[in-house]
């Protein structure tokens, strides 16, 4: 089944990347910028009508929503590893890959915006530290959580561990303090071989 990947890996882009090369499986890189021209365009637009990347065309499965198309990916290949085989397993799989949508990345993608992304007139530096002091209570909760054990569920390297540690991709800048288990977890995903081939299609394209 052949898998087409959409957008520049210099994105939220590397999250299907990572899974892909976590997986194995032959992909299309199709490096598209998020700020267009192709993402504009009424082909892309078929494909993904937000006009955002990533997407991917799976064997005619279209999808947008990163952490849905590494869920996907991840389901779908479950002798890839990155899902679980218990019902326990999948919620848990679920619960992070939430929390990381709706906990973390929006403080996450507030304080990267009012930092480095936006413009510098645009940006506000106390919505930047109002994201981070926020960030501090929900990295609390998974420093509890990671203490004692290596991976979120279960005892191996899931599609959860990915979906997380890619959304706090800049865990160094927005965690305050030592959170040694949070810390020594993140360096384990990304010291990965499929994270540093993912990464490095990244450095490629910064
Ligand atoms: N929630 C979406 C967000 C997609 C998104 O906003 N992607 C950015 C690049 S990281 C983009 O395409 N921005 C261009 C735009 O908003 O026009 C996901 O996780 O896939």
Redesign the pocket.
């Known amino acids: 089944m052949a898998l087409t990947i959409y957008?520049i890996a210099a994105?939220?882009a590397i999250r299907p990347l990572w899974a892909a090369e976590e997986l194995g499986l032959p992909y299309r890189h199709v490096p598209w910028h998020?700020?267009g021209p192709e993402?504009r365009e009424p082909a892309y637009l078929a494909i993904n009508p937000?006009?955002?990347?990533?997407a991917i065309d799976d064997g005619g499965l279209l999808l947008?929503?990163?952490?849905a198309i590494t869920l996907h990916l991840a389901q779908t290949r479950p002798a890839g590893g990155l899902w679980s085989e218990t019902p326990e397993g999948v919620a848990g799989l679920y619960q992070w890959t939430l929390w990381a949508a709706t906990e973390i990345e929006p403080l996450a993608r507030q304080w990267f915006h009012h930092t480095s992304f936006l413009p510098p007139e645009q940006r506000i530096e106390s919505l930047a530290t109002a994201a981070l002091d926020k960030l501090q209570a929900r990295l609390a909760v998974l420093e509890r959580h990671l203490a004692g054990r290596e991976w979120l569920v279960g005892e191996r390297f899931s599609v959860a561990d990915l979906n997380l540690a890619a959304v706090l991709q800049r865990l160094d800048a927005l965690g305050r303090g030592e959170l040694p288990h949070t810390r020594a977890w993140h360096q384990r995903c990304l010291a990965r071989p499929a994270a540093q081939r993912a990464w490095a299609l990244r450095q490629a394209k910064a």
């Open positions: 957008g994105s939220r998020y700020n993402t937000n006009g955002t990347v990533p947008f929503e990163s952490l």
